[in-house]
């Protein structure tokens, strides 16, 4: 089962040097932030509670209440450092996305109704280059729902994966998934040593 | 053609029961914790995936499309996160018996 390996040419010799890094584009939060993000919160929140209540006025007195306290969880909650989804970005992993989810469920449903049913289970380490908070979380989601590799454990800046079958190539799938994710932020991506 | 509506939704809804059926093969067959949850967390993600649109498509409003759609989009991150859960806390009893998986 291998995979495109556009990230990591040249795999049947040794590991090949790590080439990127990932860099959050460093502003710092401006003043206003909490607050901004603090109404922001509260309409999407009253939006969503509207459309599932359809708008029904009797339905406030849980929503008001529970839309505040919503709104005021966000609020407490620290700044993260800035970041942003990227629309392209966004629409091409989530076509990406679809595609790989069905690959991934159609690869397991075939593992799972052959009569061989073939598997060479086992864990493999990877180290993702992507900044922590919103991007680490969105790529150890994401590599549950790629086809054979599901996201263990977490050990420092490592990622223990799963894999169906260890004989797939976890780099190439991994990498490709670091890059759409990257772009979907749009991160900048320096070669490494040039910083 | 107003007939292919229905036709499609009972179609993505049938493909639907049929990962959810590989699913549960899957979590009855695969040997240990790890391989059962590939099984549920991916076939049964794209079981109610399908199951969604097709109930979506033979929805009467926005506000019934948009519910339904929430309903996928918690289930998918709460199904990636709860997997994660039980194969940190998989491993750690692993660990714990002394039989550290290779």
């Known amino acids: ?195 | 053609m107003p007939d292919l509506i229905p036709l499609v939704s009972a179609v993505l809804i049938a493909a639907g029961a049929v990962f959810f059926i590989a699913g549960t093969v899957g979590l009855l067959r695969f040997p240990d914790t790890y391989c059962r949850l590939h099984a549920l967390t991916k076939a049964d993600g794209l079981g109610l995936a399908l199951i969604a649109l097709g109930i979506a498509l033979t929805a009467s409003s926005f506000g019934e499309v948009f519910r339904i759609a929430l309903i996928w989009f918690f289930v998918a991150v709460a199904s990636a996160t709860g997997g994660h859960l039980i194969a940190t806390y998989a491993r750690r009893v692993d660990r714990a018996e002394g039989k550290e998986g290779s």
Request: cysteine-free.
């Open chain 1, 1 to 195: 089962m291998r995979k495109t390996a556009e990230q990591t040419p040249g795999h049947d010799g040794p590991p090949p040097a790590r080439a990127t890094q990932m860099v959050l584009r460093d502003t710092p939060p401006p003043p206003g932030m909490r607050w901004r993000r603090f109404a922001v919160k509260l309409v999407a929140l009253a939006l969503i509670w509207g459309v599932l209540t359809e708008f029904r006025v009797d339905a406030l007195y849980f929503g008001v209440p529970a839309i505040l306290l919503g709104a005021a969880l966000v609020f407490a909650m620290p700044v993260a450092p800035g970041w942003r989804i990227s629309p392209a970005g966004a629409v091409s992993f989530a076509l990406w996305f679809a595609v790989q989810s069905v690959r991934g469920a159609v690869d397991v449903a075939q593992r799972a109704f052959s009569p061989a049913m073939p598997l060479r289970p086992g864990f493999r380490s990877y180290a993702p280059d992507l900044p922590g908070g919103a991007p680490r979380v969105m790529f150890l989601n994401t590599i549950t729902l790629l086809p054979g590799t599901l996201s263990a454990e977490v050990e420092g800046d490592e990622v223990i994966v799963h894999m169906l079958d260890t004989r797939a190539d976890l780099e190439a799938d991994l990498g490709a998934l670091e890059a759409r994710i990257a772009a979907l932020f749009g991160l900048n991506v320096n070669p490494r040593g040039s910083t």
